[in-house]
């Protein structure tokens, strides 16, 4: 077992313009503080990448601080205990940590969750399924959307953590899940995972294609996209119809705003008319849940009746290009870095 008290760690080098790019980061080595009480020394095993990282890459205000210059590109791992100065850990441990781009690192043990290592779980799972994203689904479809029998529910990045999990719950709940997702593989994915409809956002003849599969109109849309999905989808929805705004990743790279026509003015008319409810909700709103989410979906998840996929990368060196990419598409399922066995 690694005794490291240096990590290797990938820091922001600049703030990007538009899409990230290799020099916007820098790998490099740096010595680790020596643990104090109430400490752990942590190895990395797994760092999940996820779409809210290029927002802390970005000084723009926001709900959370950017990451400043030089320092480690921030996420959520899962790690192996190396070193204890806490009674209640000891080296072999795996826990939930937020320790960020880097393979070692010095954490207050206060701020980490033991995980299950019994269980046949992949570890892997604590980062997706059952863990942020996962939550984040679960969250925003039992407190926002409220899915009922015979509803109709659309999501799109249908294939990833978030989109995956509200397909299956809106089905749990009796409704119709609509999945949308970029490219034939990804769509013939969501057929296979047993989304009732699926489609593909690039296709040339989106809208009629949408229109053609929520023939009774649209009840919840989880937005995780906006720009044209959002387009296509507002026209469909119903009265009463609840939109939980969970992620806008279409926009994320954009430098300025789309060209006009200004359409705020039909959105809101479309919000009044329809008795529309849009409610943006970051998921930490609902930690208090967490145990709830785990309690009911850890089962679902272990017997299979609730799927996942994951996009594993090897090596902390590849998760950058693997970044760059979950930004357009380029991952198939929840992107997690292998960064140590
Ligand atoms: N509010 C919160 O607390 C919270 C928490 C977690 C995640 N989120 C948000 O939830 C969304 C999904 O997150 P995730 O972790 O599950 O990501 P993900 O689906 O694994 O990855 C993002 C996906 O977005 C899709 N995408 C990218 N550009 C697009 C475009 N122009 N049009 C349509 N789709 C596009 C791509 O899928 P395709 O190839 O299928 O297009 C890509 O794979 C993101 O917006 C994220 O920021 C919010």
């Given at each position: 077992m690694s005794t490291s008290t240096t990590t290797t760690r990938i820091v922001l080098a600049s703030r990007p313009h538009g899409a990230p790019t290799q020099e916007n980061f820098r790998t490099e080595t740096a010595d680790l503080p020596e643990l104090a009480d109430g400490q752990l020394l942590l190895q990395t095993l797994y760092l999940s990448l996820d779409p809210y990282m290029r927002g802390r890459m970005s000084d723009a205000e926001s709900y959370a601080d950017p990451i400043g210059i030089g320092e480690t590109m921030v996420g959520a791992t899962v790690a192996r205990v190396v070193d204890s100065r806490d009674e209640?850990?000891?080296?072999?441990?795996?826990?939930?940590?937020?320790?960020?781009?880097?393979?070692?690192?010095?954490?207050?043990?206060?701020?980490?969750?033991?995980?299950?290592?019994?269980?046949?779980?992949?570890?892997?799972?604590?980062?997706?399924?059952?863990?942020?994203?996962?939550?984040?689904?679960?969250?925003?479809?039992?407190?926002?959307?409220?899915?009922?029998?015979?509803?109709?529910?659309?999501?799109?990045?249908?294939?990833?953590?978030?989109?995956?999990?509200?397909?299956?719950?809106?089905?749990?709940?009796?409704?119709?899940?609509?999945?949308?997702?970029?490219?034939?593989?990804?769509?013939?994915?969501?057929?296979?995972?047993?989304?009732?409809?699926?489609?593909?956002?690039?296709?040339?003849?989106?809208?009629?294609?949408?229109?053609?599969?929520?023939?009774?109109?649209?009840?919840?849309?989880?937005?995780?996209?906006?720009?044209?999905?959002?387009?296509?989808?507002?026209?469909?929805?119903?009265?009463?119809?609840?939109?939980?705004?969970?992620?806008?990743?279409?926009?994320?790279?954009?430098?300025?705003?789309?060209a006009g026509p200004d359409r705020s003015g039909q959105l809101m008319g479309t919000v009044l008319k329809k008795s529309l409810t849009l409610r943006g909700f970051i998921q930490a709103e609902y930690a208090d849940q967490m145990g709830d989410f785990l309690a009911e979906m850890t089962p679902r998840v272990a017997d299979g009746s609730i799927s996942y996929r994951e996009d594993v990368v090897e090596g902390l060196d590849n998760a950058v290009e693997a970044f760059i990419g979950l930004l357009t598409g380029g991952n198939f399922g929840k992107l997690v870095v292998k960064v140590a066995d």
């Open positions: 209640r850990f000891t080296a072999g441990d795996v826990v939930l940590s937020y320790s960020g781009w880097q393979s070692h690192s010095v954490v207050q043990a206060d701020h980490v969750r033991r995980l299950d290592t019994s269980t046949p779980l992949p570890l892997s799972t604590a980062l997706g399924v059952l863990g942020m994203p996962g939550f984040t689904a679960w969250a925003g479809m039992n407190n926002i959307g409220h899915p009922k029998q015979g509803e109709t529910v659309v999501v799109a990045a249908a294939t990833g953590p978030v989109g995956s999990m509200v397909g299956q719950i809106a089905q749990l709940h009796g409704a119709r899940a609509v999945g949308i997702a970029g490219g034939p593989e990804k769509v013939a994915y969501l057929k296979e995972l047993g989304f009732d409809a699926a489609i593909d956002h690039r296709a040339d003849d989106f809208a009629e294609q949408l229109a053609a599969a929520t023939p009774d109109g649209i009840d919840v849309y989880f937005e995780n996209v906006g720009g044209k999905v959002w387009d296509a989808v507002l026209p469909r929805l119903n009265t009463y119809a609840r939109v939980p705004v969970c992620g806008l990743v279409s926009g994320y790279n954009a430098t300025e705003l789309p």
